[in-house]
């Protein structure tokens, strides 16, 4: 047997997608992941138990969409990770080598009430000076994939408006901490807003940190 094209790419999507179900930023097979190498991407395959996934399984696509290897389809949601691979370009200019697409409850619930997530906390500048929410466009569709493109203009994710979260990174290790970021962020804001009206941090403040951490990596 030869070398699994992609072996490290897709051993890291297993790992990611069934630790997005075990954190409970998706239910069931709901949300994606995926990793780039190069011109080629392994994804998170439609409609199939992340618990049972094993690396041959994982899809892996070119950027064109066109599959290369697995022998599962990829996700219905691949229009819009191929769209950040293509086009999107990361603000502090690294490489953008794999995106998270969840159905964080929290984050998607935040989707429905405004239209960027309310600067309640500074660990928000993981995202960008502000996190916008994509307008609705159904799933799978290029319409959704344009809308969530134009969102993450100079920033590292996004919500998509009644429908979840989408963030980018130079590894699956920096998307998924920035999913679990603005998942947490979200949480915390409507957890302060069921209570009373909570105090906001000036845009100010934000684009210091966004600074800050373009200088220096990770808050603590
Ligand atoms: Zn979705």
Known sequence: MGELLLAE???????????????????????????RAGDLVAVTPSG???DALTPADIPVVALDGSIVDGSLRPTSE????????????????AEIAAVVHTHSVHATAVSTLVEEVPPIHYMLATIGPTARVAPYATFGT?????AMLTALTDRHGCLLANH???????????????????EWVCHLWLTARAAGTPTLLPQTEINHVVNKLHTYGQPK
Request: hydrophobic share 35%; glycine share 8%.
């Open 48 to 50: 199939v138990d992340y």
């Open 9 to 35: 790419q897709r051993a890291a999507v297993c790992d990611y997608a069934r630790r997005m179900t075990a954190d409970g930023l998706v239910v069931g097979t709901s949300g994606n992941v995926s990793a």
């Open 78 to 93: 691949l229009p819009m990770h191929l769209t950040v691979y293509r086009k999107a370009t990361d603000p502090d200019g």
């Open 142 to 146: 290029t319409e959704l994939a344009d």
């Open 164 to 182: 979840g979260t989408i963030t980018y990174g130079d590894t699956l290790s920096a998307a998924y901490h920035r999913a679990q970021q603005l």
